[in-house]
């Protein structure tokens, strides 16, 4: 799956607003995650997001499937599709959208986290 934290315009689609404490899905994402999770098979499956150290900047974003989820896990759900996290990642993904672009330059999931102080070239890493 590719990952961009770039911006992108999107015409007439505006992302849900984030609830404060937890991880908003758009549509646009949510379609993707159903689709990607419908070819593999695995129709319980949620997307894991997270943040981990390293890259460039300090830290990079985890996004990967999560067939299993743990006793600590926050789950957030929209759109038939489930996002877990672990709590310390939370902390950093509070407030954010998880969506899907498509445009020119290709497309993938976008972060767009209101945490986040930036970013460096490659879009894998964050700074907060």
């Keep these: 799956m590719m990952m961009s934290t770039a911006t992108s ?18 549509a646009t994402a949510g379609s ?14 949620a997307i894991r997001v997270g943040i981990r150290g390293g890259g460039c900047t300090g830290f990079t974003y985890v996004f990967e499937w999560a067939d299993e989820l743990k006793p600590t896990d ?10 877990v996290t672990d709590p310390k990642s939370l902390v950093y993904l509070r407030g954010m ?28 890493s964050v700074q907060f």
């Design 97 to 124: 959208t998880l969506d899907f672009i498509r445009g020119m330059m290709g497309h993938g999931f976008k972060f767009q986290n209101p945490n986040a102080k930036g970013a460096c070239g490659c879009g894998e």
């Design 9 to 26: 315009a999107q015409p007439d689609v505006a992302p849900p607003a984030a609830p404060v404490n937890g991880i908003a899905i758009t």
């Design 32 to 45: 993707e995650i159903a689709r990607q999770r419908d070819k593999r098979g695995t129709p319980d499956a």
């Design 74 to 83: 926050k789950l957030f759900e929209a759109h038939g599709v489930k996002v």
